[in-house]
């Protein structure tokens, strides 16, 4: 995974891909460990509690994981 992927695939409109690729447990969501790894690998300028406050205001429903439309929101 890296930035200029997501970017290719952001302008093709194709996220799905990536976010399968994230969700290394294969459950359908994101975990806040499954995002920071992932987007550690994307900006590597970015500290976990940048990451961690990205990840929570993505999580529109406060489930503590990240759906599909979740994640392209915050993409």
Known sequence: LTASR???DRQK???RSVFDEIDVNRDG???LAEF??????VDESL???Q???LFRD???DNSGTLDY???CEVM
């Open 69 to 71: 439309d979740e994640f």
């Open 13 to 15: 409109g194709n996220l």
């Open 29 to 31: 969501k994101l975990c």
């Open 58 to 60: 993505a999580d529109v």
């Open 6 to 8: 997501i970017k290719a």
């Open 51 to 53: 990451i961690a406050k």
């Open 36 to 41: 920071t790894q992932a987007y550690k690998k």
């Open 47 to 49: 500290t976990d509690a």
